[in-house]
């Protein structure tokens, strides 16, 4: 079973809409990340959480919001998708240490009309 | 800013060495990584180094420079498999982790 899992992996969705994308892992880890990737752009760090109680923006936080459900759990919403939020979203997890290495998720394909 | 750079493209031959090149200005620096990623899929680990010098695991090697705001990635026998992005990121003086945009590496018969 993998470590890391996302659900959905693909979603066409509608602009104005409102979407979540959810996050799953079983690697016992604290920190969980979202990031987005755009073609010939590197990771863009969106929202990261280093416990349950702990939320920080990233990078390009306008736009998303998150929630920790859970030590395992970690969502990701877009609460009125636009057409620039078109991108593969990652979820990342790692462990406490600040330079331990990150674990993604396979990824979920957005495509907002 | 910050600015992690790499080649966009490369292209190899299989049974070949490539090295994969990473040059970065960031503020402060705690680390470097490098994760291979295949079209449509998820990033994976690949090497870090925090140290100079390099550090040879396998195939693939990873060489570090600190003075030089330089890394490269060494692939060698390569093989069809190996066809993939390749990410460079570096931790910056806030444990951030800063990516630069991946160099895909395509693998010819």
Request: glycine share 8%; hydrophobic share 30%.
């Amino acid at each position: 079973d993998a470590d890391v899992t996302q659900t959905p992996r693909n979603r066409i969705t509608k602009t104005g809409k409102r979407i979540m994308l959810e996050c799953s892992q079983t690697k016992g880890h604290d920190r969980m990340y979202w990031y987005r990737q755009d073609p010939g752009l590197g990771l863009r760090l969106i929202y990261y959480s280093f416990d349950v109680k702990d939320i920080n923006k990233g990078e390009i936080s306008d736009g998303y919001s998150v929630s920790r459900q859970a030590q395992a759990k970690f969502s990701l919403s877009l609460e009125s998708a636009i057409p620039n939020q078109t991108a593969l979203y990652f979820c990342a997890t790692s462990g406490m240490a600040d330079t331990d290495t990150q674990y993604f998720g396979p990824g979920t394909r957005l495509t907002v009309l | 800013g910050q600015n992690i750079d790499q080649p966009t493209e490369m292209t190899a031959t299989e049974g070949a060495i490539v090295q994969i090149n990473c040059t970065y200005q960031t503020s402060g620096f705690n680390g470097l990584f490098w994760y291979q990623q295949h079209a449509g899929e998820a990033p994976t680990f690949l090497s870090y180094n925090v140290l100079d010098g390099l550090e040879e695991k396998g195939r693939f090697s990873s060489f570090l420079s600190r003075s030089k705001g330089y890394s490269y990635l060494l692939l060698k026998e390569l093989q069809m498999k190996d066809s993939a992005s390749y990410l460079c990121a570096v931790v910056d003086s806030n444990y951030q982790l800063i990516w630069g945009a991946g160099t895909k590496l395509i693998i010819k018969p």
